[in-house]
């Protein structure tokens, strides 16, 4: 110090680094059983966690300021080595060379690089080629998962697939699995699966029912222009899908080129040409979209020859749709029903969850587009006023998600549906998504069940989407800890919903933080280039939004019908954007703006 040209200002910066270090290892030992807890892999992890708790409950940018003042570093990219760097800079103010430093073995920025880069190996699979963030895309139902949309999907350069278990069945999942493994072998790619566990069923309700009306959309492109026809089935009775009932007599008299006309039930006159007539099944076309309902009225003909005359069949009753606007009540109830028929009332199947809600708690609804506080609590559920809409009235409809921020929540076991996905990505996936963490119990309720299993190298990706998850995420971590390979995901959606969409911009950097100070592999979820995944076209804030992700180790899309447009565009920023940053860390390679510069 006696070196330092202010070796006074040296003096109080090097105190104050000096008290950060004693607060991480208070923090160290106050975390002590937890990180004995920790896999022998992870104790290092353990211990840098504990430290980075440490260092985050300070007010450090005073200090930050004023060590950059002097060229030293600022601590803002301490997290995977926090006790390395403290030291680090407590020597140089103390005027001690690097030489005396080089025998101490700690945690450096080189070993926490490893670490992290091998449990992010060990989750997803060898690293990808010319770029190290992985590109994870969700799988579309069976039906669409052929081997040609597996070949684009990789060719695209996706590394996972994500299948959703709130959606099919494990006959359905393993079809697509197998496709995708299959086409990634043949391309020399590991093409790892990741199974998504439904979790509890946070959706609403509406037992009430209307008349079913069945739309059927054109098939357009992003300008509007029409790419072929809807196409329909003739059936006498509706059982599901395109299907339109029509009188079963003349099913086996309809021929190729006969006209079906009506006007549907939004009031346009529509036109349906028979297309295939044979073996039972006839199908019609029709160049517009369309809106069906039973007892419209059907015309039957023949060039210029009227063959018939009658009514659309019998469609199934469906949910009907609320309107809600501010200053509305509604009940919410595990029913869906109450006494009072001008009432309306949501059905939320979950009566252990509903019992935990308190009145002045809020109820978010349709990804926060209705947002209402519980009045009361009572034998017939919970009577909510709403507060706020993004739309006054809001149509509601059925199946809508639901959330409860401001409650304490969690099942603490596993549904039937949860078990199926469980026991299917055991035996066919590599890993397991876990939905809905708010503790360190639901880590623990999965990881034991995958230890008990013994799927070596089985992981466990740990969906942050909760407000409990935020509150309780240390000891999450530090659970996680006990396990491997783990991994964790930035659900954004539902975290924006629980959260609110403002705090969402600095979650996601601090959920960032804490995934390198404890080495796991993040996932950056929700939306990537959702516009390109369904239209083909992005918007300026999604490719801002795709630039920001490769701060994590792996970006998920979406499905959609341009999801292979929406992967080779990711991998395209990621690898761009690699060249300049690394996590926080910018990266200064050469400028072609600064080259033209004369």
């Known amino acids: 110090m006696a070196n330092h040209p202010n070796p006074d200002r040296a003096q109080a910066l090097r105190a104050g680094v000096l008290a950060l270090l004693e607060a991480t290892r208070e923090e160290e030992q106050a975390r002590r059983a937890s990180i004995d807890a920790a896999l022998p892999g992870h104790r290092a992890s353990a211990v840098n966690l504990a430290h980075y708790l440490g260092l985050r409950k300070r007010d450090l940018h005073r200090l930050q300021l004023d060590l950059c003042a002097v060229g030293l570093s600022s601590l803002g990219r301490c997290e995977g080595h926090v006790h390395d760097l403290l030291l680090r800079v407590s020597a140089w103010l103390a005027g001690e060379r690097e030489e005396a430093m080089a025998g101490r073995a700690r945690l450096d920025r080189a070993q926490a690089e490893r670490i992290l880069h091998a449990n992010t190996r060990a989750l997803f699979g060898p690293r990808p080629p010319e770029r190290h963030v992985y590109i994870m895309v969700t799988a579309p139902d069976a039906a669409e998962a052929d081997a040609k949309w597996a070949d684009a999907l990789l060719a695209a350069g996706a590394d996972l697939l994500r299948i959703n278990g709130a959606h099919q069945s494990p006959a359905e999942w393993a079809a697509v699995a197998a496709t995708f493994k299959a086409r990634a072998a043949a391309c020399g790619k590991a093409g790892r699966i990741v199974v998504d566990l439904p979790g509890p069923k946070l959706r609403t309700e509406i037992r009430q029912t209307e008349p079913g009306v069945l739309h059927f959309p054109r098939c357009k492109d992003a300008a509007g222009r029409t790419l072929a026809p809807t196409v329909l089935e003739l059936v006498g009775q509706y059982r599901c899908g395109a299907q339109m009932p029509v009188p079963p007599q003349w099913i086996p008299q309809l021929e190729a080129g006969d006209v079906l006309v009506l006007t549907d039930a939004g009031g346009r006159q529509r036109r349906l040409e028979v297309s295939v007539c044979g073996a039972g099944a006839v199908q019609v076309q029709c160049d517009r979209s369309l809106y069906i309902a039973a007892g419209l009225p059907l015309v039957w003909r023949r060039g210029a020859r009227r063959m018939g005359k009658a009514e659309v069949g019998a469609l199934p009753e469906q949910p009907r749709s609320v309107r809600l606007a501010a200053g509305d009540s509604f009940l919410l109830n595990e029913s869906g029903l109450c006494g009072d028929p001008a009432m309306t009332v949501l059905a939320f199947p979950e009566p252990e969850m509903l019992s935990k809600v308190q009145a002045g708690e809020r109820v978010v609804l349709d990804d926060g587009r209705l947002v209402a506080l519980v009045q009361t609590t009572g034998p017939q559920g919970l009577s909510c006023r709403v507060k706020r809409v993004a739309k006054s009235p809001l149509r509601l409809r059925s199946g809508k998600g639901i959330a409860f921020p401001d409650s304490a929540l969690s099942l603490g076991q596993l549904g039937p549906q949860d078990e199926a996905a ?58 996680a800890l006990k396990y491997e390979p783990v991994g964790l995901m930035i659900a954004r959606g539902d975290l924006a919903v629980e959260l609110s969409f403002e705090r969402l911009a600095e979650m996601q950097e601090e959920l960032l933080w804490f995934g390198e100070a404890c080495h796991l592999p993040v996932v950056w979820a929700t939306q990537v280039l959702d516009s390109v995944a369904h239209s083909g076209l992005p918007t300026r804030a999604e490719v801002t939004d795709a630039a920001m992700s490769m701060r994590a180790e792996c970006v998920m899309l979406n499905k959609g019908p341009f999801i292979a447009e929406a992967t080779r565009m990711l991998a395209d920023i990621i690898r761009k954007m690699e060249a300049h940053q690394y996590k926080k860390r910018a990266l200064y390679r050469p400028l072609a703006v600064a080259r033209r510069a004369r």
Request: no cysteine; aromatic share 6%; glycine share 14%.
């Open 422 to 479: 469980l026991g299917f990505a055991l035996e066919h996936a590599d890993a397991v998504g876990v939905s809905f963490v708010t503790g360190a119990q639901d880590v623990a309720l999965v990881g034991e069940r995958i230890r008990r299993a013994g799927r070596a190298g089985f992981g466990m990706i740990l969906k942050l989407e909760t407000r409990g998850a935020v509150s309780n995420l240390a000891d999450i971590l530090f659970e």
